[in-house]
């Protein structure tokens, strides 16, 4: 079994160096695909309120036979319950149908600006984390002004912020932004899927000079810039090809050579995208 590193976050508690994603998976896919992915090593799982696979993602924790404290259990919070109470009653449900008494990273999926109630979800998910509910709580697809917001606010900084990265999309400002102020920064989308990343020249040809795989090269790359890949996979022999990328080193030219020149997003734009 392979021992994944862990990183610091800002408010005192560990976080894997990778993850394992679960959408678009189904109950029945998530059970088998983390109850396996545990027994191989992971000990990070993302779900959320929205891939409608929380109940299988939790029994695929339980059924796993791991001490419940080893692993770090993400979900989120959908954008039709922004608000204050709403986030309360919908967390209690995310913790229902997961099964467990607690949840480790609990973010806000979208920050729906138009919409404009993310700082009283934020308020919110700081009071479950005051109660014991949640152990660390963050943010997914916030912009470097939402997160001004949110700290000018309340005061308090997520501990996660989930963005699309990927070769495709570095987000180096973004990144650079999250590392000025302790944020931690977990890649959604990490393979860039849909694209034809995997077969970029430059990818195949680091790939082919370290003896690993194309999508080996990429989660290194992730990991080499201090983010927290989650890449979603139900296939026992792509999650141990996922988890096989601590024994190599990629050099600053290899690390170059993969961020692709042509930046484009492959998801929405947290300005204006609105998934509820």
Request: aromatic fraction near 6%.
């Amino acid at each position: 079994m392979i021992d994944i590193p862990q990183h610091s976050l800002n408010d005192g508690t560990k976080l894997p160096a990778l993850g394992l994603g679960t959408w678009p998976m189904d109950d029945a896919e998530a059970e088998e695909a983390v109850a396996g992915a545990i027994g191989l090593g992971f000990r990070l799982v993302d779900t959320a309120t929205n891939y409608r696979n929380e109940t299988g993602v939790g029994r695929g924790v339980a059924r796993a036979g791991v001490p419940r404290e080893e692993i770090v259990l993400t979900t989120k919070l959908p954008g039709r319950h922004h608000g204050y109470e709403e986030t309360l009653a919908s967390f209690e449900e995310s913790r229902r149908r997961l099964g467990v008494d607690y949840v480790d990273l609990y973010l806000i999926h979208w920050p729906l600006p138009r919409v404009g109630r993310f700082v009283d979800s934020w308020r919110a998910m700081i009071k479950l984390r005051e109660d014991g509910l949640v152990r660390s709580i963050g943010v997914s697809n916030f912009t470097a002004e939402h997160l001004d917001r949110l700290e000018k606010e309340t005061g308090v900084l997520p501990s996660v912020n989930q963005i699309e990265l990927h070769p495709l999309f570095p987000q180096e400002e973004l990144r650079a932004f999250h590392e000025a102020k302790g944020v931690r920064t977990e890649s959604w989308s990490p393979l860039g899927r849909g694209s034809a990343i995997l077969a970029d020249p430059a990818v195949v040809s680091v790939a082919e000079a370290q003896g690993v795989t194309p999508g080996q090269v990429v989660l290194r790359w992730h990991l080499q810039l201090g983010a927290v890949p989650i890449p979603k996979s139900s296939s026992p022999l792509r999650q141990r090809a996922n988890l096989d990328v601590f024994g190599f080193e990629l050099g600053p030219a290899q690390m170059a050579a993969i961020a692709h020149r042509t930046h484009r997003r492959l998801g929405g734009d947290p300005e204006v995208h609105e998934e509820f």
